[in-house]
C-alpha cells in the first residue's frame, strides 16, 4: 500500500478531506452494514476522516483504524494500529466489516490481502469498498479540468478484478454522490497535486494548466461540486 510522508500527510487533510456533511448519502449507503454492536475494521484509515464519520454517525459501532503511513497516523491524532492490507494486526474473526476508502488501487497484491481480509472477518462479513474503478469513472469531475489525469486510470483495477483478485463474490455496486466541496473555488482553493493519485501522473505544466482552467471556471460557476464514487459490496464466494 501506498505511503505518505508528512508533507503529503498534511496535504492530505486539506485536498482530500470532506465534510460529514458532505459524505452524508455515504451514511444512507453503508448503514445496512454497520449495525449496532458491529466491530469494524477501517483499513488503510489515512488522516481518519471516515474514524472521525463513523463515530458520529454510528455510536454504537466501534472502528478499529490500521494505517500502514506513521506520518499518516500522526496527522490524524486518532488511535491507529500500524498494518496494511497483506498484514493486518488483528486477531482471527474479530471484524464484521472492513471498510476500503480509495485504498484498493494501492494494494499490491490482491490475493495476499484477500488471504487476509477473510482471516479477520467474521461468518457472514463484509468488505465494503469506496473506491473509483477503471472502467467506471465518468462521475468524477476532476477530469474536466484535468483530463490528463485519465492517464493513470491504468493503475486502477476494475471491479471483476478486484473481487476476482481478492477472492470474493460481487454483492451490490452502485455510484454514491458526495459533495465534495461547496464551490469550484473552495475546490480549486483545496487542490494538491502531491495528494491525489490522478493528480500526481501529471507534469508540473498539465497540473498548472488543469489548475487555471479550474480558477477560471470557479469565477464563473457557483454551487456544490458533486463527485461519485462506487460503493461495491463483497461477501465471501458462496456467502459464507
Known sequence: MTRYDAVEAASYRVARE?????????????????????????????????????????????????????????????????????AIPLPDASVDVVWMSTVVHHVPDLAAAGEELRRVLRPGGVVVLRSLFRERHSGIGLFRFFPEATRALSSFPTVAEVAAGLGFAVDRLEAIPQVT????????????????????????????????RLLEAAAVESGPVVDHLDLLVLKTVGGV
Open 18 to 86: 470532506i465534510s460529514p456533511v458532505g459524505l452524508s448519502s455515504w451514511r444512507d449507503a453503508v448503514a445496512p452494514y454497520f449495525r449496532p454492536g458491529a466491530t469494524v475494521l477501517d483499513l488503510g484509515a489515512g488522516t481518519g476522516l471516515f474514524v472521525r464519520a463513523f463515530a458520529e454517525w454510528f455510536p454504537d459501532v466501534a472502528v478499529v483504524a490500521v494505517e500502514p503511513s506513521q506520518d499518516m497516523r500522526s496527522a490524524s491524532g486518532l488511535p491507529m494500529l500500524a498494518g496494511h492490507a497483506a
Open 181 to 212: 466541496a461547496s464551490s469550484l473555488a473552495e475546490k480549486a482553493s483545496s487542490v494538491r497535486w502531491e495528494a491525489d493519485t490522478l493528480l500526481r501522473s501529471l507534469s508540473a505544466a498539465e497540473f498548472e494548466a488543469g489548475r487555471s
